[in-house]
């Protein structure tokens, strides 16, 4: 789906736009300069138009420090992952800056608890919340340098970060505990995906697939390994996947 948010009218772009099954509606985290916005748009036209600037965001959310944002929606709280996390009610007045133990928010999961990484402080790099992120609690044995990607399925959590330099894969059943996965050392993994079955991690062309309802996960020579091939062409140096409808 494409389309171009003209109302309200932006002049340094929208950073992130993601489908809201809370509201059935559209949301778009959008700045003019001086003020970063949330908008909505109605759902189910294939080029939404008559976008609404329902909350300024206040205080301004600032970018991670490798420019990137996180949006999310929970029912009407609207959930911003910069350099710290902030989050804004829909009928409320001023964001709140929970007190959180990472920096740079790279992942976050609404599923319960509520799942977050990002850059390591104190060598936690995984927090959840059990009160819709009012308060966050560090999570047990999570990456020790950086946590880059979270998915969450109907049996847990899965996501990939780093310890020091090297590039591992935790599981989690509860978003709580996690365990190390044993994929060979020294890949750089991710994406992930979940698709409704099975556990699949990407690795450059490399495809790491596990029963999500199976046991030993993490037993590395229990998982299945596929390279990706293409008819008359080669894919480039990094596979990547898209959501499962």
């Not at 509520?114 to 060598?123: H, K």
């Not at 995984?126 to 009012?134: E, V």
């Not at 894969?169 to 099975?198: C, H």
């Amino acid at each position: 789906i494409t389309f171009s948010l003209t109302t309200p009218i932006v002049d340094d772009g929208v950073y992130q736009c993601i489908y809201s099954s809370n509201l059935s509606k559209w949301v778009a985290l959008a700045s003019n300069s001086t003020t970063f916005s949330v908008s909505l748009v109605d759902s189910g036209d294939s080029n939404p138009s008559g976008w609404t600037n329902i909350r300024i965001l206040s205080p301004r959310p600032d970018t991670r420090n490798d420019g990137g944002w996180v949006l999310r929606t929970n029912g009407t709280r609207f959930f911003v992952g910069g350099d710290v996390l902030r989050y804004y009610d829909l009928l409320g007045s001023n964001g709140v800056q929970p007190g959180i133990n990472i920096s740079n928010v790279k992942a976050l999961v609404l599923t319960q608890p509520l799942v977050m990484g990002g850059d390591a402080v104190s060598n936690v790099s995984i927090q959840y919340s059990t009160n819709n992120g009012d308060s966050w609690t560090n999570a047990i044995n999570s990456f020790t340098t950086r946590t880059t990607e979270i998915v969450s399925s109907s049996v847990g959590w899965l996501a990939t970060g780093l310890n020091g330099v090297v590039s591992s894969v935790k599981y989690s059943s509860n978003g709580i505990t996690w365990i190390n996965v044993g994929l060979p050392s020294g890949t750089a993994f991710g994406p992930i995906q979940f698709d409704g079955r099975s556990w699949c991690v990407f690795a450059g062309t490399t495809v790491y697939r596990h029963d999500a309802f199976a046991g030993n996960i993490a037993n590395g020579a229990t998982w299945t390994t596929t390279t990706a091939t293409f008819e008359n062409s080669s894919p480039g140096d990094t596979l990547y996947t898209f959501p499962p409808p």
